[in-house]
């Protein structure tokens, strides 16, 4: 079941987070991982506990993802499995929404996301999965998440023309839209324990599930997608959020 055995991959965001889990859940389904990251020292240690190939490539500076495609092309030739993962968080309510926050949240989440694929287009095989790693948040409309939903938003709309694009090519592209989900992630936004305790037990609360997911979960879907299991399956977006996205106006 979502044998990787022989598939070569490259996530990016990977030392961290949901990232790291599906790098740790694809090497154990047998393939040869690379991850990516902005941080040197973050992205070798993460690569030396997993056993796998790190590669630092900021997906804000298009120059990064270059030698990117180089260091695939000398070390893995080509690859069979992009998952576009890398992704930040930032809120903040409208009114106080700055040039700067927009311009790095569009730049990871969509542009970075674009460039990543437009880039490494050269080094996937025929029949290559591409797992792009959205949010609910694209259909949500959550306090301080504008500029974030927006970013997701724009990426399902793009992954939906890139499956159409590419399957000439045999290449599949599908997203992923997790609920909230235990990870670093919240922590990077700057709010402080107290913050980040009320704002998770707010979140539960509407979680019919009444809990985060855990980024292994999130993982096991990625894989499937990955994998020749999924060899119909393209231009498809998959919710994995407990219920969130039913909108129950009671979550019971
Ligand atoms: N956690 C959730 O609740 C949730 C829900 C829905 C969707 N998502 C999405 O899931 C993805 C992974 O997030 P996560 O929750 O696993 O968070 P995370 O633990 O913070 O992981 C994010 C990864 O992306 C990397 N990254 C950020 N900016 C980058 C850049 N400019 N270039 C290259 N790598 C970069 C981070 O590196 P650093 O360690 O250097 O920051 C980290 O490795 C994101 O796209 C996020 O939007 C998360």
Same mark, same amino acid.
């Given at each position: 079941?979502?044998?990787?055995?022989?598939?070569?991959? $490259? =996530?990016?965001?990977?030392?961290?987070?949901?990232?790291?889990?599906?790098?740790?859940?694809?090497?154990?389904?047998? *393939?040869?991982?690379?991850?990516?990251?902005?941080?040197?020292?973050?992205?070798?240690?993460?690569?030396?506990?997993?056993?796998?190939?790190?590669? &630092?490539?900021? &997906?804000?500076?298009?120059?990064? +993802?270059?030698?990117? $495609?180089?260091?695939?092309?000398?070390?893995?030739?080509? =690859?069979?499995i992009?998952? $576009?993962?890398a992704?930040?968080?930032?809120?903040?309510? +409208?009114?106080?929404?700055?040039?700067?926050?927009?311009?790095?949240?569009?730049?990871?989440?969509?542009?970075?996301?674009?460039?990543? +694929?437009? %880039?490494?287009?050269?080094?996937?095989?025929?029949?290559?999965?591409?797992?792009? !790693?959205?949010? #609910?948040?694209?259909?949500?409309?959550?306090?301080?998440?504008?500029?974030?939903a927006?970013?997701?938003?724009?990426?399902?709309?793009?992954?939906?023309?890139?499956a159409?694009?590419?399957?000439?090519? %045999?290449?599949?592209?599908?997203? $992923?839209?997790?609920?909230?989900?235990?990870t670093? =992630?919240?922590? %990077?936004?700057?709010?402080?324990?107290?913050?980040?305790?009320?704002? *998770?037990?707010?979140?539960?609360?509407?979680?019919?599930?009444k809990?985060?997911?855990?980024?292994?979960? #999130?993982?096991?879907?990625?894989?499937? !997608?990955?994998?020749?299991?999924?060899?119909?399956?393209?231009? *498809?977006?998959?919710?994995?959020?407990?219920?969130a996205?039913?909108?129950?106006?009671? *979550?019971?």
């Open positions: 079941m979502n044998d990787l055995k022989g598939k070569k991959a $490259v =996530i990016t965001g990977g030392n961290s987070g949901i990232g790291f889990a599906t790098a740790k859940k694809f090497a154990e389904l047998g *393939a040869q991982v690379m991850i990516t990251g902005r941080s040197a020292d973050k992205v070798s240690s993460a690569a030396e506990s997993l056993s796998v190939t790190g590669a &630092v490539a900021d &997906v804000q500076d298009l120059s990064q +993802i270059d030698n990117l $495609v180089d260091q695939i092309k000398r070390e893995f030739g080509t =690859i069979d992009l998952f $576009v993962n992704g930040i968080f930032a809120p903040a309510p +409208i009114g106080q929404i700055s040039e700067e926050m927009f311009d790095q949240q569009m730049g990871i989440n969509f542009k970075g996301a674009i460039f990543t +694929i437009e %880039k490494l287009l050269p080094v996937l095989n025929e029949g290559a999965s591409i797992i792009n !790693l959205s949010s #609910i948040n694209a259909y949500t409309g959550m306090p301080m998440t504008a500029v974030y927006a970013s997701k938003a724009a990426l399902n709309a793009y992954t939906r023309t890139a159409t694009e590419l399957a000439p090519r %045999k290449i599949r592209v599908n997203a $992923v839209n997790p609920g909230p989900t235990e670093p =992630i919240f922590e %990077k936004t700057g709010m402080s324990q107290d913050e980040l305790g009320g704002f *998770a037990q707010a979140l539960q609360a509407n979680i019919p599930l809990r985060f997911a855990q980024p292994d979960e #999130i993982a096991s879907l990625v894989s499937y !997608l990955a994998s020749d299991d999924a060899a119909f399956v393209t231009g *498809a977006e998959f919710n994995i959020d407990g219920g996205n039913i909108n129950p106006i009671l *979550a019971g």
